[in-house]
Nanobody
Framework: QVQLVESGGRLVQAGGSLRLSCAAS????????MAWFRQAPGVERQFVAE????????SYADSVKGRFTISRDSALNTVYLQMNSLKPEDTADYYC???????????WGQGTQVTVSS
């Protein structure tokens, strides 16, 4: 089992920045990659960004490229999402997730709410 706890969500003005954190605990040795997803009301959950645990390779959704940066601190078992130039359409609940190698995301956090006001 892997436990994931997100933090850092809050209300921020458009154009502002925010950093989300996700702390992993439990059987973290089985984690191959971690990612951030988000879900706005009435919208399906969407992928935001992913980072591999060992090599640090990253991938991003087109909607956040150039604005968001995902990173990890292996020593702290923590993944971060630095969000810059925030837009009202970034408003959503943000979820952290982890997956083993060549598998789907199977562990999820409880989410943290990000609200961007115009």
């Amino acid at each position: 089992q892997v436990q994931l706890v997100e933090s850092g969500g809050r209300l921020v003005q458009a154009g502002g920045s925010l950093r989300l954190s996700c702390a992993a605990s439990g059987r973290t040795s089985g984690i191959y990659a971690m990612a951030w997803f988000r879900q706005a009301p009435g919208v399906e959950r969407q992928f935001v960004a992913e980072v591999t645990w060992s090599g640090g390779s990253t991938s991003y959704a087109d909607s956040v490229k150039g604005r968001f940066t995902i990173s990890r601190d292996s020593a702290l078992n923590t993944v971060y999402l630095q969000m810059n130039s925030l837009k009202p359409e970034d408003t959503a609940d943000y979820y952290c997730a982890s997956r083993p190698y060549k598998s789907t995301y199977n562990y999820w956090g409880q989410g943290t709410q990000v609200t961007v006001s115009s």
